[in-house]
């Protein structure tokens, strides 16, 4: 298995809504990231996950709360979003001894 | 933070060969790496550069590095219109381990038929 796959493909939000992004792998990867994308500009990475411990914050708003419950899972939980926290999520993983990130499709997110 | 540069727009014939080019400023830029992205989609690793090599080339992908002008280009040998797409250069600073990649601003490709 060498996918991140990433549920749901799409997600319609409204601003009082809580709702969760899931992203999974089976590589045996202990790194996990979350990137957020914005139409035609290229990935930011939001947070950083090293063996299943939070190792980076890109100073996110603590709308987006993100949770690592195992070395193959990672979420990310949302609430009270606004409009122009719409964009393509991206979940990515990479191996402890190496250093390619490998990329999910992404979660469409749209705030409403 | 790290500057990553690149032109926004490429078009080339089907057939023909295309590069695609990167400058990026962190001299301390460890790996470098080309990642492609289609409509919709989410990033494939295409290849990466280690930083005390020079050349890399794999099929149809051949990838340049010039440390001292801290440029990057990717070359695709006869391109097809499956190449099309967002083509994004990063780097990071780190070997291994949780790292950060610093992503340039994107180039797409078109094959025109």
Known sequence: ?112 | GEDVEQSLFLSVREGDSSVINCTYTDSSSTYLYWYKQEPGAGLQLLTYIFSNMDMKQDQRLTVLLNKKDKHLSLRIADTQTGDSAIYFCAETPDQTGANNLFFGTGTRLTVIP
Request: hydrophobic share 30%.
């Open chain 1, 1 to 112: 298995d060498t996918e991140v796959t990433q549920t749901p493909k799409h997600l319609v939000m409204g601003m009082t809504n809580k709702k969760s992004l899931k992203c999974e792998q089976h590589m045996g990867h202990r790194a996990m990231y979350w990137y957020k994308q914005k139409a035609k500009k290229p990935p930011e990475l939001m947070f950083v996950y090293s063996y299943e411990k939070l190792s980076i914050n890109e100073s996110v708003p603590s709308r987006f709360s993100p949770e690592c419950p195992n070395s193959s899972l990672l979420n990310l939980h949302l609430h009270a979003l606004q409009p122009e926290d719409s964009a393509l999520y991206l979940c990515a993983s990479s191996h402890p001894l190496g250093h390619e990130q490998y990329f999910g499709p992404g979660t469409r997110l749209t705030v409403t």
